[in-house]
C-alpha cells in the first residue's frame, strides 16, 4: 500500500500521463535517491526521484550526495 500526499498526486499523474515515465515506490526517500544515483550510473540517462517537503527532502539528500559527489546526472523534485 502506498500512500500520496495531494500535492503529490497532481505532480505523479502529471508525470505519468504526459512523459510515460515509469514510477517506482520505495520504502524511503534515501532509498530513492540512492536508486537514482545508481540508475544514472549504469544507464547514463538521469536518474530522477521525488520526495515530499521537510524531512523527506531531508532524507532523500543521503542518496542525492553519494550522486553529487561521483558526478552523477540526478534530478530531484521535492512538492514545495
Given at each position: 500500500m502506498s500512500l500520496v500526499?495531494?500535492?503529490d498526486h497532481?505532480?505523479?499523474?502529471?508525470?505519468?500521463?504526459?512523459?510515460g515515465i515509469e514510477f517506482i515506490l520505495t520504502?524511503?526517500?534515501?532509498s530513492a535517491g540512492i536508486m537514482a544515483d545508481v540508475t544514472a550510473r549504469l544507464?547514463?540517462?538521469?536518474g530522477i526521484c521525488h520526495s515530499t517537503f521537510g524531512p523527506g527532502?531531508?532524507?532523500i539528500t543521503t542518496g542525492i550526495?553519494?550522486?553529487?559527489?561521483?558526478r552523477s546526472p540526478v534530478i530531484v523534485?521535492?512538492?514545495k
Open positions: 500526499f495531494r500535492e497532481r505532480f505523479l499523474t502529471c508525470r505519468h500521463q504526459n512523459a520504502s524511503n526517500e534515501a544507464t547514463g540517462v538521469p527532502a531531508t532524507n550526495g553519494g550522486a553529487l559527489l561521483d523534485f521535492t512538492v
